[in-house]
């Protein structure tokens, strides 16, 4: 087992509630217990306790500020948690994502997988960035202020509670667009590259299945998915779905967009993989899961069993949140989540603390 799990509620109190309201196990079950990840799971340089003492409260503000944002607008946590998967997959979770590029010097920002990550989730990382730091001083990275983000994007849509590992670093460059487009898969692609695409990232077939159920929260333009339906429509396609895509999205073109997950569309549940069997999916990779034999049998034991399907999610979060993570010197602590330090003209006076904050920590 990869994970320890904290039952805070006495089992005698969910075998009632299971009995007398179904409603509100589905709520304690997402709610009553943390997902732990074992030691061996934690790459070297990340902990558990990494901000115990430099800045204790950091969970807390970030839970607090996300619930006033998401209580306004949940969309919100669809895009932080999808910002936190595009950072991980170009260059490794080091905050690259974040970095504003220019029209001369485009970044990751500007690379076509990217164009639709909402922009106020940027602001939403800079937003909880200095609330965290005029709380705790410049200590905490904005790859860490991502991964938690991302994390309670989960847990406040109704999915798993789960502890992650803390102490990355912000990485110095943002990624080029074709490093983007290089470790993107497209929503067209097939099951092949998937699971390749997901492999170089150290990523397994279940963890493909698993991540991409985070495809049960969010929606998707037009663009992503109209390969399905014109010229010729997709026969995986559920043809009263189909109809209904046609109607959103008359022109392979058009600029609306529709939700991922019709039956639940902003709670963080596993009625992604209901939609699968029922073939009432958006995109190309994601229907592939369950054309293709192996991951049809995850598939289906995901919609079958909303436990199983939380805890490989959480596995695998806690995984892709670790890939090629920057630790200990390596890297720096931005001051702005949106320029490298030696980029931020309002930082010249503060370099002689950056390095002995540097110093300190070696
Ligand atoms: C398996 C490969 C994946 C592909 C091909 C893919 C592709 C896409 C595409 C094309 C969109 C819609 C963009 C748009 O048209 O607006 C989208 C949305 C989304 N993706 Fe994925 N994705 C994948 C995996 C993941 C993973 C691993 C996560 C997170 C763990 C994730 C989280 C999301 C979320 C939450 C949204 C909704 C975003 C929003 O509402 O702003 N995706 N994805
Ligand atoms: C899957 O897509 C790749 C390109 O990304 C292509 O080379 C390959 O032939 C495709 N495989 C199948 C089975 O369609
Ligand atoms: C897409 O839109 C462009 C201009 O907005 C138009 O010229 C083009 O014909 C459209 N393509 C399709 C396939 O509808
Ligand atoms: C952070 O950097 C961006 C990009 O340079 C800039 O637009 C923004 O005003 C900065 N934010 C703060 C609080 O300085
Ligand atoms: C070219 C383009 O539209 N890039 C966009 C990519 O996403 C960011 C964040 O939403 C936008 O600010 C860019 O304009």
Not at 163 to 180: C, E, K, N, S, Y
Not at 244 to 256: A, F, Q, R, V, Y
Not at 334 to 356: F, G, M
């Amino acid at each position: 087992m990869a994970f320890s799990k904290v039952v805070s509620l006495p089992s005698l109190f969910l075998a009632i509630s299971c009995l007398l309201l179904p409603f509100l196990l589905a709520f304690s079950e997402a709610h009553s217990h943390s997902y732990v990840p074992s030691s061996e799971h934690i790459v070297k340089g990340l902990s558990l306790s990494f901000y115990e003492t430099k800045c204790p409260d950091l969970e807390s503000i970030v839970r607090k500020h996300l619930k006033k944002v998401f209580k306004e607008d949940i969309g919100q946590a669809a895009g932080l948690l999808r910002v936190h998967f595009h950072d991980c997959f170009v260059q490794g979770c080091e905050g690259s994502v974040l970095i504003a590029g220019t029209a001369s010097d485009p970044s990751e920002q500007e690379a076509l997988p990217n164009l639709s990550l909402r922009a106020e989730a940027f602001e939403i990382i800079n937003d909880l960035h200095e609330l965290v730091h005029s709380q705790c001083g410049r200590v905490v990275s904005c790859a860490d202020i991502t991964a938690l983000a991302a994390r309670e994007a989960v847990y406040l849509s109704g999915g798993p509670e789960y502890i992650i590992p803390l102490g990355r670093r912000d990485g110095l460059t943002f990624g080029t667009q074709a490093a983007v487009l290089a470790n993107i898969p497209a929503p067209t692609s097939n099951i092949s590259h998937l699971l390749a695409s997901f492999a170089a990232k150290k990523l397994d077939v279940t963890d493909l299945v698993a991540l991409s159920g985070a495809h049960t929260i969010g929606r998707g333009h037009c663009t992503s998915f109209t390969n399905r339906l014109y010229p010729t429509q997709d026969p995986t396609l559920d043809p009263i779905f189909a109809d209904d895509l046609k109607e959103i999205c008359p022109e392979k073109n058009s600029t609306h967009f529709t939700m991922l997950d019709i039956r639940t569309p902003n709670r963080f549940d596993n009625k992604y993989y209901v939609d699968l069997v029922n073939r009432e999916v958006l995109f190309t990779s994601d229907e592939d899961l369950y054309t293709y034999e192996k991951t049809r049998e995850i598939v289906e034991s995901f919609a079958e069993d909303q436990e199983l399907f939380f805890e490989k999610f959480v596995h695998a979060m806690i995984k892709m949140g670790q890939v090629s993570v920057l630790t200990g010197s390596v890297g720096e602590i931005r001051a702005n989540c949106s320029v490298s330090n030696s980029n931020n003209p309002s930082l010249v006076s503060v370099v002689v603390e950056e390095d002995y904050e540097t110093a300190a920590e070696l």
